[in-house]
């Protein structure tokens, strides 16, 4: 398996755009999560899916922030309008039984 | 409000020598611990893990301590490596009420040739 992928690597956006970022889950693992990193708050977990539904989306900071699990192998995490305070890094991690493997990060900057 | 806590943001350690990572939760019902490795612009790797019935687990130069009445674990690792430089965070979960981590704000390890 290739791993958990994302898309974009980097985006740059300007404020008030709508910015969606895409996750591609490790195959056969059936929790699929959202996290952003600060340096304030280190990993701080958004919104958590399992076998595609969503279960806690208590980390989702605003209204403006929203998550989607259409199917088992694909996620998006939107933000409508974006805000320069949104820019850091976005991982998409899944898990089957234990530890959670990490995408590669979407670098998002809001200007 | 943060459960899982790193309060060391850097350490710095001579090629060699052990390094200790430091980490305290506050949520008595985690049972399941771990530790990530994160390269710059890389996604963070899982390391080494620990259940709650154990108090020490280690694989090869990583070892990982818990003490569950101090609600701190840490990570020793001997001997540093400068291919050990890296950012490493601590994760918590409570595993039969779902699989959600809580990961702390990172420790920043520069290992010195």
């Known amino acids: 398996d290739a791993g958990v992928i994302q898309s974009p690597r980097h985006e740059v956006t300007e404020m008030g755009q709508e910015v969606t970022l895409r996750c591609k889950p490790i195959s056969g693992h059936d929790y699929l999560f959202w996290y952003r990193q600060t340096m304030m708050r280190g990993l701080e977990l958004l919104i958590y899916f399992n076998n595609n539904v969503p279960i806690d989306d208590s980390g989702m900071p605003e209204d403006r922030f929203s998550a989607k699990m259409p199917n088992a192998s694909f996620s998006t995490l939107k933000i409508q309008p974006s805000e320069p305070r949104d820019s850091a890094v976005y991982f998409c991690?899944?898990?089957?039984?234990?530890?959670?493997?990490f995408g590669q990060g979407t670098r998002l900057t809001v200007v | 409000d943060q459960q899982v806590k790193q309060n060391s943001p850097s350490l710095s350690v001579q090629e060699g020598r052990i390094s200790i990572l430091n980490c305290d939760y506050t949520?008595?019902?985690?049972?399941?611990f771990l530790w990530y490795k994160k390269y710059p612009a890389e996604g963070p790797t899982f390391l080494i893990s620990?259940?709650?019935?154990?108090d020490k687990n280690e694989d090869g130069r990583f070892t990982v301590f818990l003490n569950k009445s101090a609600k701190h674990l840490s990570l020793h690792i001997v001997p540093s490596q400068p291919g050990d430089s890296a950012v490493y965070f601590c994760a918590a979960s409570v595993r039969n009420t779902g699989n959600q981590f809580y990961f702390g704000t990172g420790t920043s390890l520069t290992v010195i040739p």
């Open positions: 949520n008595s019902m985690f049972d399941y």
């Open positions: 991690a899944s898990s089957l039984l234990t530890e959670a493997f």
């Open positions: 620990i259940s709650s019935i154990k």
